[in-house]
């Protein structure tokens, strides 16, 4: 692996070795999601053998992974010559000292750091966190956006305001995790994710749908502006390159887009309080029909009718 990242912090100088009070990782991505570790040490390894401090059993962590050393004040963590490195907010590190809300990925496993005086409050913060994001990408969950989806389809049906819905999904994904493996794709869904969150409004809600599909969901929008930006994203995901470990990754998306008008067409209120038949399912349906229509017509495309 490239682990060219600058050394910042040499261990040897600090002459204080009291470890750091209130410092801990928790689990936002993996199999013990949400467990808290307390670096109450001065030196916690991280690895896949049963003798280390941190325990992670995953084919892609080495026996002895990494390290964080924590003495007064500074808490640093360190790649132990792994085989399949160590990342600090998605970047190799060598060794690199952690601040305040930093994630740290080994394997598949991505901790956070937590730190200072009101960490236990951090800590019951970040298990909410937990509850409403996906702990690989950092945005929305399944669960948080059908909900927030729920609550949105039936503002807009009771204002008469426009809402659209996008289906997103990567295409030819499986083969990205068989040619380059897992930890290669997973990057390749963080910085999917990044690019399109960073493409959206604040009011606008982005989620993982599940694997490598994506929903985002656009109040006030028409599906004509849904379309267009759909667009725009599909560009920028095409012509800007996926870096990992010096490799650069070909990835394109397909997408499927939907409005409300057409939703309603398809399920109307009868006589009733239109309220009552609100059903994201049904939305999610037709955008998904067009994102299907996109990857049987050979992906990398937008399908908006």
């Given at each position: 692996?490239?682990?060219?990242?600058?050394?910042?912090?040499?261990?040897?100088?600090?002459?204080?070795?009291?470890?750091?009070?209130?410092?801990?990782?928790?689990?936002?991505?993996?199999?013990?999601?949400?467990?808290?570790?307390?670096?109450?040490?001065?030196?916690?390894?991280?690895?896949?053998?049963?003798?280390?401090?941190?325990?992670?059993?995953?084919?892609?962590?080495?026996?002895?992974?990494?390290?964080?050393?924590?003495?007064?004040?500074?808490?640093?963590?360190?790649?132990?010559?792994?085989?399949?490195?160590?990342?600090?907010?998605?970047?190799?590190?060598?060794?690199?000292?952690?601040?305040?809300?930093?994630?740290?990925?080994?394997?598949?496993?991505?901790?956070?750091?937590?730190?200072?005086?009101?960490?236990?409050?951090?800590?019951?913060?970040?298990?909410?966190?937990?509850?409403?994001?996906?702990?690989?990408?950092?945005?929305?969950?399944?669960?948080?956006?059908?909900?927030?989806?729920?609550?949105?389809?039936?503002?807009?049906?009771?204002?008469?305001?426009?809402?659209?819905?996008?289906?997103?999904?990567?295409?030819?994904?499986?083969?990205?995790?068989?040619?380059?493996?897992?930890?290669?794709?997973?990057?390749?869904?963080?910085?999917?994710?990044?690019?399109?969150?960073?493409?959206?409004?604040?009011?606008?809600?982005?989620?993982?749908?599940?694997?490598?599909?994506?929903?985002?969901?656009?109040?006030?929008?028409?599906?004509?502006?849904?379309?267009?930006?759909?667009?725009?994203?599909?560009?920028?995901?095409?012509?800007t390159p996926f870096e990992f470990d010096n490799i650069s990754i070909p990835v394109t998306i397909s997408v499927?887009?939907?409005?409300?008008?057409?939703?309603?067409?398809?399920?109307?209120?009868?006589?009733?309080?239109?309220?009552?038949?609100?059903?994201?399912?049904?939305?999610?349906?037709?955008?998904?029909?067009?994102?299907?229509?996109?990857?049987?017509?050979?992906?990398?495309?937008?399908?908006?009718?």
């Open positions: 692996m490239g682990k060219d990242s600058t050394v910042v912090t040499v261990i040897s100088k600090i002459e204080d070795k009291t470890p750091k009070a209130n410092a801990c990782l928790v689990v936002i991505s993996g199999a013990d999601l949400g467990k808290r570790y307390i670096l109450d040490k001065t030196s916690t390894i991280i690895g896949r053998s049963s003798k280390v401090d941190i325990q992670v059993d995953e084919d892609a962590i080495s026996r002895d992974h990494a390290v964080v050393d924590n003495y007064a004040g500074i808490v640093v963590a360190r790649d132990l010559e792994s085989t399949n490195g160590t990342f600090v907010n998605d970047v190799s590190i060598r060794e690199q000292e952690l601040r305040d809300g930093d994630q740290v990925k080994i394997g598949r496993t991505i901790f956070k750091f937590l730190s200072g005086s009101n960490v236990e409050s951090q800590y019951h913060d970040e298990i909410y966190q937990l509850t409403i994001t996906d702990g690989l990408t950092q945005i929305f969950n399944k669960r948080f956006f059908l909900k927030e989806m729920e609550r949105e389809m039936s503002r807009s049906v009771r204002y008469e305001r426009d809402i659209s819905l996008c289906m997103i999904d990567i295409d030819f994904f499986k083969s990205v995790n068989d040619t380059f493996g897992h930890l290669a794709g997973d990057h390749v869904l963080r910085q999917v994710a990044k690019r399109i969150n960073s493409s959206i409004r604040r009011d606008d809600y982005f989620a993982r749908y599940g694997g490598e599909e994506f929903a985002l969901l656009l109040p006030e929008i028409s599906k004509a502006e849904a379309a267009s930006l759909a667009e725009k994203i599909r560009g920028l995901i095409e012509h499927g887009v939907a409005g409300l008008d057409e939703y309603k067409a398809a399920n109307p209120a009868g006589t009733g309080d239109p309220l009552a038949n609100i059903n994201p399912f049904s939305f999610i349906k037709l955008a998904d029909d067009r994102l299907f229509e996109a990857k049987r017509g050979g992906r990398n495309q937008v399908v908006s009718s």
